[in-house]
């Protein structure tokens, strides 16, 4: 698919007349991460578009990277799919770029899922080495550019919480992860129809590591929302 910022990967599943449903990796992953949980959506009826974010997998390398960008390929990738209104989950990296996007384009949403990932705050301890890893699997250059975005990150990310008007499901690793759980505690607080799940043991990649327990919690999160 050719987007704005150059060509973009993703795979799909489910029935193509499925209430659409779109997934968003991590930092060093691809959409091949959420295969699993496709097939568990697909199989109730959903439409899976797990997409290879910009710097990942077989998506564009761009020239430019932050999190406002992330959250303007979602848009970009919505409208060329015209999709209408539709179920966004992210984790991680792509659960911030979820949440914006929420924050931006709250009526595009039926229910927004982060996994493990409240906006960055000035409590958020994540910081990314200068130096590539051998053989990294992304594009190292958005690494830095969205590190440096944790170390001071936009206040109005954790302000604008309170625009989301989706129902929103957050689903905390507990305390194995490295993400401050108090933090995604007063995310969900301050969303008005925000809901904490933790699932206790997981840690951060709760949908990798423990997916029974993920499609349990997300499925039925959306039954509840018809």
């Known amino acids: 698919m050719t987007l704005d910022a150059g060509?973009?990967?993703?795979?799909?599943?489910?029935?193509?007349?499925?209430?659409?449903?779109?997934?968003?990796?991590?930092?060093?992953?691809?959409?091949?991460?959420?295969?699993?949980?496709?097939?568990?959506?697909?199989?109730?009826?959903?439409?899976?578009?797990?997409?290879?974010?910009?710097?990942?997998?077989?998506?564009?390398?761009?020239?430019?990277?932050?999190?406002?960008?992330?959250?303007?390929?979602?848009?970009?990738?919505?409208?060329?799919?015209r999709l209408g209104r539709f179920v966004l989950i992210g984790h991680s990296m792509g659960g911030t770029a979820a949440?914006?996007?929420?924050?931006?384009?709250?009526?595009?949403l039926t229910a927004l899922v982060l996994e493990d990932t409240p906006p960055p705050h000035y409590r958020s301890t994540l910081r990314i080495p200068d130096q590539p890893p051998a053989d990294v699997p992304f594009h190292w250059p958005l690494a830095p550019a969205i590190s440096a975005q944790f170390a001071d990150p936009d206040p109005a990310w954790w302000d604008d919480l309170v625009k989301i008007t989706a129902p929103t499901l957050v689903?905390?690793?507990?305390?194995?992860?490295?993400?401050?759980?108090?933090?995604?505690?007063?995310?969900?607080?301050?969303?008005?129809?925000?809901?904490?799940?933790?699932?206790?043991?997981?840690?951060?990649?709760?949908?990798?590591e423990y997916p029974a327990e993920f499609l349990a919690h997300l499925t039925a999160f959306l039954a509840e929302r018809g």
């Open 7 to 81: 060509e973009f990967a993703y795979r799909e599943a489910g029935p193509p007349d499925g209430t659409p449903a779109v997934m968003l990796h991590g930092l060093g992953s691809r959409a091949a991460t959420w295969d699993r949980i496709a097939a568990g959506l697909a199989g109730r009826g959903y439409r899976t578009l797990a997409l290879d974010q910009r710097g990942h997998g077989d998506s564009a390398r761009t020239a430019d990277y932050s999190f406002e960008l992330l959250r303007d390929d979602v848009a970009a990738f919505a409208a060329a799919l």
């Open 99 to 108: 949440c914006l996007y929420a924050e931006r384009f709250p009526d595009r």
């Open 171 to 208: 689903l905390a690793g507990g305390p194995t992860s490295h993400v401050p759980q108090d933090l995604l505690a007063e995310a969900a607080a301050r969303i008005p129809d925000g809901r904490l799940v933790t699932v206790d043991g997981a840690g951060h990649h709760i949908h990798r």
